[in-house]
């Protein structure tokens, strides 16, 4: 068996997430959000070899085409999905610019997709974190094709504190997920469970002015119903109801997903206040009953239907249900 056989089935046999190293001359994932092969071998490889939970490391080249405050610096890290795509796929108008006019176009053209990625703040030098797979790999290969790093080097990156940040061809983040920074690790851990409290409790609950809400499914909605694409083509996963801050409610909804999870509820549109829960109340069953007409009911306060059509529909609805309420 080769060394690299041996190496390959050592790091098989040892648990843990597992990070790949890749060289490249900068980290802009909201411009491009796939990771670029030149050779369809390279990526064939990475596929073949690639396991459910990897990550990819990436650090500034060492080359003229880098920012010089970047070269051999850890850049950040990217979630991605092992399927093949073009990088025209995952490409903005920025990033197909800039490669015409670097002369660029037949460089990375067989990507994967990018689904999350999170930039390194600090300046770090690749090489302190990952001296072991700098010795026994050529750097040519690592920028070319990508390598696993040991466990021990992988299991130390992912101490590495970084920020969120947006991917091209993904639903964006609030203002909130872009600030701050968190080991790397963290993004993959199980959160605490709740110390429960015991005693007796007492509190009131005072009405207040509501507000009729559409929450829309950010994400592949054929993918999230099992469905062939052709089937929810321009089409959303919303979901309606009523609440005193819509923003909360969705924020609720959200904390049940996990922070790995594709899906992300966006509050979409808000109605006018009413005055009461009572009167919101009476006003979401109407706006339900006449959703249930004109979009398919998911069951529940869950409609799918054409998107444009959805927002029409809601701001005709409350706007009238607001009107009737509020004279009667």
């Given at each position: 068996m080769t060394e690299e056989g041996n190496i390959s089935e050592a790091l098989a046999a040892v648990p843990g997430r597992r990070v790949w190293?890749?060289?490249?001359?900068?980290?802009?994932?909201?411009?491009?959000?796939?990771?670029?092969?030149?050779l369809e071998g390279n990526r064939t490889r990475f596929i073949r070899e690639f396991r459910e939970g990897d990550l990819v490391l990436i650090y500034g080249a060492d080359q003229e085409q880098t920012r010089r405050d970047q070269r051999r610096q850890l850049l950040g890290f990217l979630e991605v999905e092992p399927i093949p795509i073009t990088d025209v796929e995952r490409s903005s108008e920025v990033d197909r610019r800039r490669k015409i006019e670097n002369g660029w176009q037949e460089r990375w053209t067989y990507g994967v997709p990018v689904k999350r990625a999170w930039r390194v703040n600090r300046k770090i030098?690749?090489?302190?974190?990952?001296?072991?797979?700098?010795e026994t790999h050529n750097p040519i290969l690592i920028a070319s094709r990508c390598e696993l790093l040991t466990p021990e080097e992988a299991e130390a990156t992912l101490a590495l504190p970084v920020t969120p940040v947006n991917v091209f061809g993904e639903p964006p983040l609030s203002p909130e997920q872009l600030i701050g920074e968190v080991a790397m690790r963290r993004y993959f851990e199980p959160s605490r469970g709740v110390t429960p409290n015991f005693g007796n409790r007492a509190f009131s609950i005072e009405d207040a002015e509501n507000r009729l809400y559409v929450l829309k499914l950010e994400g592949n909605a054929a993918a999230f119903l099992g469905r062939p694409p052709f089937e929810v083509i321009r089409k959303a996963i919303v979901k309606v109801g009523h609440a005193k801050d819509p923003q909360l409610r969705c924020d609720a909804h959200n904390a049940h997903l996990p922070p790995a999870c594709a899906f992300k509820w966006r509050v979409h549109l808000i109605s006018p206040?009413?005055?009461?829960?009572?009167?919101?109340?009476?006003?979401e069953d109407e706006l339900k009953q006449k959703f249930a007409a004109s979009f398919e009911s998911l069951g529940g306060e869950f409609f799918l239907g054409d998107y444009s059509?959805?927002?029409?529909?809601?701001?005709?609805?409350?706007?009238?249900?607001?009107?009737?309420?509020?004279?009667?």
């Open positions: 190293l890749r060289a490249e001359w900068g980290f802009d994932p909201q411009e491009g959000g796939y990771l670029g092969f030149t030098e690749a090489q302190h974190l990952a001296r072991h797979t700098f206040a009413f005055p009461g829960g009572a009167e919101a109340k009476k006003a059509a959805l927002l029409t529909e809601f701001t005709q609805i409350t706007r009238e249900l607001s009107f009737v309420i509020a004279a009667s």
